[in-house]
């Protein structure tokens, strides 16, 4: 739940009403709340950055500010996709691991399914 509301595909609206009509603990909801703080603080910061950066390019014409948050912003997100993606991808192997142990998983090669 916590890499759902990490994930910036899916609208919290959405996420909300999913989480309402699935049987998901409240403990987990609760902790995937908290864990979205972090992220707010960090949006909230670069907003107000961006809001004087804004203000102080336009009373002057400095083109290097803008390239400089620019390449900031494109390697910051670059490393956020990059980090949930290899948890993400950690706890979905996780899982298939624990359901292929649990029997519930069949691979290709089980069912006989050339390729």
Excluded: C, W
């Excluded at 992220?39 to 909230?44: D, K, P, R």
């Excluded at 948050?69 to 996709?81: N, Q």
């Amino acid at each position: 739940m916590v890499l759902l509301r990490l994930t910036p595909v899916i609208p919290f609206g959405i996420l909300n009403y999913a989480s309402g009509i699935t049987s998901i603990p409240f403990l987990e909801y609760a902790t995937a709340m908290l864990a979205v703080i972090p992220a707010a603080i960090m949006f909230t910061a670069v907003g107000a950055s961006a809001n004087s950066v804004t203000e102080s390019t336009s009373a002057g014409n400095n083109d290097t500010i803008k390239i400089v948050f620019i390449v900031m912003g494109v390697i910051f997100g670059t490393l956020s996709v990059m980090t949930i993606s290899h948890y993400a991808k950690k706890e979905l192997n996780a899982a298939v691991r624990e359901e292929r142990e649990e029997g519930g998983i069949q691979t290709v090669e089980d069912i006989g399914v050339m390729t």
